[in-house]
């Protein structure tokens, strides 16, 4: 016998425990296995009119009261019995439905698996509680005060997701006086340089015993900070750089006793001088760009490639009938007055500037014209130097100007010698414009070029002149500190000796790994992703398919670097006078030119870094199919080893996806797996490709920004690997939830779904200029960051999801453009 509490009564009383048989049970539709059996025991209880007590042992014993009571108390017991019952089971059955309904819900919204607490992040009524799903660390906490501050929560997501994200971003980022814009990926940069500041300080402050690439940056960068110096030495140090080629017409220091050079000489040495910018990626010197680069045709040789130049202001600038750019364009020429002024004026040289301008006019007229335009944003072709003469004319001595460029290297070059040449039609026109000019002034426009990139390392009068018409066409009020200027310069000529310095300190060998698993994994799901695209034939998608496998991922910095003397060997020649700071300056952009044409023996190494590693970007470059994510990125607000992988993913995956579509852009997806340039598509394919191309031009050019529309052709290529490297990162992030629980921020009540675009977002938030903007809708192919959330987002049906957009809305239109 044992004794048993039932609820029906008000005291403990012996029972006898007697078995009777069950009722065949009904069939029920339960969606919880766990609670049916005890439902169906209970039923079964009740069909028999029994009570049935709950206790810690699996109960299903009917239960048979003892004693000698009337029938009537006995039937009034029964009877309460029931009704207490009953209205148990009715309130449990209620729990239950109400609990099955929330998971459905919950299943719904987010299926994934998770290991461990499943719990974690499944209940949004615990998204704001500090537990063990919560990161606590002082990046996370940062991070979500940051989050917190620039969003607008009073807007629509579904309306205007960056006014959601970034509306209130310019209040905690106030615009600085010595900046036209600020966002995240600048913000990194200004971060990273202020960290070179200290490191290359520290060595300016401590003896350097040996004479390396240590002792050459600590030399330079007092020379740079050396500004009594530089006073001293005012315009003459300008001065004697002009003399090496001859008159220039608007000062009369030179005109009288430089030497008369001809015009294919002063070419050929005003070209020692310039090399790409790591800013932009333009090369401006005179008349035309020769480097050398990747043999399209021959991915594994390298080849000179000779093409249109880029010009001080933005070609279309120069014919423009719009009172801002004539504005600029008068500031422009304002500038040459000012330095022409500067170094002594010539009585003739109003009407010399005036010539001068002329022509710089003409050469941005052929630039502009639709058959050289249209022909500049395709790739290269192959002929021989013979044949280039042949087809253009020979105002220039192109064969002296190419052979001029390998004389350090004990290169023949020969008529039969292969070049590449982007756009012949330029050339031509270029050619036919010689024969018309006067030498002279194409003689002093290209003295002019030289003046305008060297001219603000002279005394502060140049640079005070360089800094008014910078403030015309960018909107800046100050001009940046000093050492900012002396930073920026060793990074474009010694970079890889400043990354030596920078990654030792700021860069742990494990954030590099966890970087390229992450980048690792938008690859994986980037294949995936072109598993489903079912405009693109089997062949053709086979062939995309070994481009991804093959593609190459330089991630943080070249093993090299950590080498101090495999650093020194690549700065060797450059020769430093800490007294002597615009000879160093002219000496360090030389020798990083000859860096660049002493590869054209060599074969091309695909893993090579081409860009210094402290640059905060990432690049593709599709003559080698090669990836490749700077160390200086590998840092908030793009990865980070404390925080959810949500941001991570949101940041450094969109990087990684953006940088992988740029491969199947409209210019990449014409490059092999080795960076050949053919077509390996098929008909079919490439038509499906142009007509979804056609969807995003006519999508983005419908946007403007302060009233001036979005070039949607220029940008194109851009838009395209905005749109897929939002979409295959977002894949990734959501692979990577299959099989782990990721962590929330505290104070933000998102589900990870929702934390990932808002982060991701937000990576674009910024405050611009309105003459920044300007300049840079005439002539950037990426779109303003706030139309690079828009147009991305509202392609995307995840998007949609985790913010239940209802279709129609802004965010969520009928009509998407999709390429990848």
Known sequence: MRVYFNPCFNKSMPVEKTETKKPLKKEHNFSSSSNSSRSEDQSAARYNGSCVVQHNEDVDDEVIYSGTDNAHKAKQKRTLCFVFFGTALLVASGIIITILAVKLLKANATTRAKKGNESCLTHEEELNQYDACTCKTPVCLKIAKSIKNSMNFSADPCHDFNEYVCGRWHESHPLPASEDSIFPLKMANLYKNKELRVLVEDLTKKPIKRKGFKSKIAQYYRSCTDVTTIEKKGKYPLLEFLSNFGIWSPIKTWSEVGDRNDLTSIIIRSHEYFTFSIENDKLYSPLFKGYVTSNSENPTQHITEISPPDLPLEPDMYMSEEEEDKKILGKYKNLLVNYVALLGPDKDAEKNIEELLNFEKNVAQILVSPAVKDNITRDANNTSIQNFLNTIGNQIDWLRVISSLFKPFSVKVS????????????????????????????????????????????????????????????????????????????????????????????????????????????????????????????????????KVDFMLSNVGFPEFIKNEQAVDKLYEKIVVNEKSYFKNILEMYKDKRLSNLGLINQPVDRSSYDLPPTIADAFYNKQKNKMAFMAGLLHPPFYSPDVPMALNYGAMGLVAGHEITHAFDDRGRFFDELGEHRNWWSESSQNAFEKRSECVNHQYSNYSIFGMPINGVLTLNENIADNGGIKVSFMAYREWLNHQQDKKLPGLSFTPEQLFFVYQGQIWCGTYREQYMRKFLSGSNHSPNKFRIIGSYSNLDEFSSAFKCPLGSTMNPLKKCRVW
């Open 415 to 546: 008529n039969e010698t292969i070049v590449s040449i982007s756009s012949f039609e330029y050339f031509k026109q270029l050619n036919n414009l010689l024969t018309k000019t006067n030498p002279q002034i194409v003689k002093d426009y290209i003295i002019w070029i030289c003046v305008w990139k060297f001219g603000s390392y002279a005394s502060a009068p140049f640079l005070e002149a360089d800094h008014s018409f910078q403030k015309a066409i960018s909107g800046v009020e100050n001009q940046p500190e000093r050492w900012r200027k002396c930073i920026m310069d060793l990074e474009q000529t010694m970079g890889f000796a400043l990354s030596s310095l920078y990654v030792e300190k700021s860069l742990k060998e494990e954030d590099k790994s966890k970087a390229s698993e992450i980048i690792e994994n938008v690859r994986k799901e980037f294949k995936n992703n072109l598993v489903n695209a079912d405009w693109m034939d089997v062949a053709t998608k086979a062939a995309a398919f070994k």
